[in-house]
């Protein structure tokens, strides 16, 4: 049984996307930055800080999964999550910008433990999240739509948490980007609290497969890991977010050391996956035509020519920009059908295995998420120590580190998804249980 969704209902899942990404775009774009420039925090043991967060969530999130998978209330299973982590979320990230003074090991202490408070506030929102797509509907059409909507909400957040930043912290900061970075940091959370309601508010399951909240977590955790539509959609998300964490912290030090004109931080941070606003609208009809393996895969290879092409432009920043947002746009489709592949894998694992486990398929999908950007945002970061990278005074190596990160990573990462989306099977259609209200 199948049930169109209202247009509130969509919109609203597209604010959930909105609520948990703002802030966490905003530190991913310049939370190197201000440990660094700003907290006066060396670059190596930043990214150190960032790596061992993120592989503690390796542990944190599919324990999330499991106790989505294990809840039941009179929200349901997931909405629970969205109602009680909202406010915590939200002064997190205030905290998240506001390294106190004091000695060296005291600032990477906090750093580290409201960079980690932040990644387990995430998990807890996030995971459920992911997980109420394939309950709110059966039909991939509608989820599609709601994919659509997602990456709206996932634009929308990454051009004001990347575009917005930079201007925010001068005009709130006055000088000062201490003062500036808590205002903005202050901002995107009161946006996000109030996005994070709506979602929970006007979202609801609809689809369940009535299994008991009693299972075994380790047969369960041995099923998600031979379920290859999960594999697959697995490490399409890690190397995409490998990228994208490279991408957006390196992008600030790309813009002003490479190509010695700041302005287009503003410009490039956003295209990274603020075209996922246009792809939004165009990703689902295209997926819906040619498929999600060869829809990925054309998207793919357009990315990896225009990203060969973008090297010979650097001299035209017209030229440069143009290129740049068309390679933005191909990627952007790929989101789209993240977000689809995540809700089919559900759909596969039940016809594998006669069970749904929406939370803990949803928990290692989001900590491809978290793994990707945290390698992607170390590798920079070693590589930024590694080349003698010092604000102020920044050599050719380390010029010349930045630029070929750059435009290299890109291509590989791009190459390697080319060959992961090539596996993704033909997803069953199991029957499935409208779940009481």
């Known amino acids: 049984m199948t049930q169109k969704l209202s247009l509130t209902e ?7 996307d909105f609520g948990y990404s703002l802030a966490y775009n905003m530190a991913g774009a310049f939370l190197l930055y201000y440990y660094t420039n700003v907290a006066k925090l060396p670059a190596a043991a930043v990214g150190t800080i960032f790596l061992a967060a993120r592989l503690l969530d390796a542990v944190i999130d599919i324990l999330v999964g499991i106790a989505v998978d294990k809840t039941r209330s ?43 408070a932040l990644g ?28 659509g909507m997602r990456s709206i909400g996932t634009s ?19 000088g000062d980007e201490q003062r ?7 901002l995107f959370a009161g946006l996000s609290l109030v996005a994070l309601f709506m979602l929970f508010r006007n979202c609801r399951e609809r689809f369940d497969d009535n299994a ?13 890991l031979r379920n290859r539509a999960w594999g697959v959609c697995f490490g399409f998300t890690l190397l995409y977010f490998v990228r994208f964490g490279t991408m957006i912290s390196l992008t600030a030090f790309f813009a002003v050391e490479v190509l010695g004109r700041p302005w287009m931080i503003s410009i490039l941070l956003p295209a990274i996956s603020g075209m996922l606003l246009l792809a939004a609208f165009i990703a689902p009809p295209i997926l819906a035509r040619t498929g999600l393996r060869k829809g990925c895969l054309g998207a793919i290879l357009i990315s990896i020519a225009l990203f060969a092409l973008l090297p010979l432009t650097e001299a035209s920043p017209p030229a440069f920009i143009a290129v740049y947002l068309a390679a933005s746009v191909a990627t952007s489709v790929t989101i789209t059908g993240i977000f689809t592949m995540a809700a089919e894998a ?6 594998e295995f006669g069970t749904r486990n929406e939370g803990l398929l949803s928990s290692g999908i989001s900590l491809a998420t978290k793994i990707g950007m945290a390698v992607g945002t170390a590798a920079i970061a070693y590589s930024l120590g590694l080349a003698g990278y010092v604000p102020g005074g920044v050599t050719e190596t380390a010029r010349e580190t930045i630029r070929w990160s750059y435009y290299g990573w890109p291509i590989v990462l791009l190459a390697l998804q080319a060959g992961v989306i090539l ?9 499935a249980t409208l779940a009481t209200a």
């Open 10 to 16: 969509r919109l609203s899942y597209g604010f959930g």
């Open 74 to 116: 009179r929200w349901g299973r997931t909405r629970p999550y969205f109602l009680f982590t909202a406010v915590p979320y939200a002064v997190v990230v205030v905290l998240l910008f506001n390294v106190p003074d004091g000695s060296e090991t005291m600032r990477l202490i906090y750093a580290f433990l409201t960079f980690k």
């Open 346 to 351: 559900v759909d596969y694992h039940e016809a």
């Open 156 to 174: 929308v957040s990454v051009i004001l948490g990347t575009a917005a930043t930079m201007p925010l912290v001068g005009l709130f900061g006055g």
């Open 180 to 186: 500036g970075f808590l205002a903005t940091a202050t």
């Open 120 to 147: 387990i506030l995430m998990s807890l929102g996030s995971i459920p999240y992911t997980a109420l797509l394939p309950m709110m509907t059966l039909d991939t059409g509608e989820r599609l739509k709601l994919s």
């Open 212 to 224: 008991s909240p009693r299972f075994a977590v380790l047969p369960a955790i041995g099923q998600m």
């Open 423 to 431: 596996l993704w099977p033909t997803v069953r259609r199991p029957a």
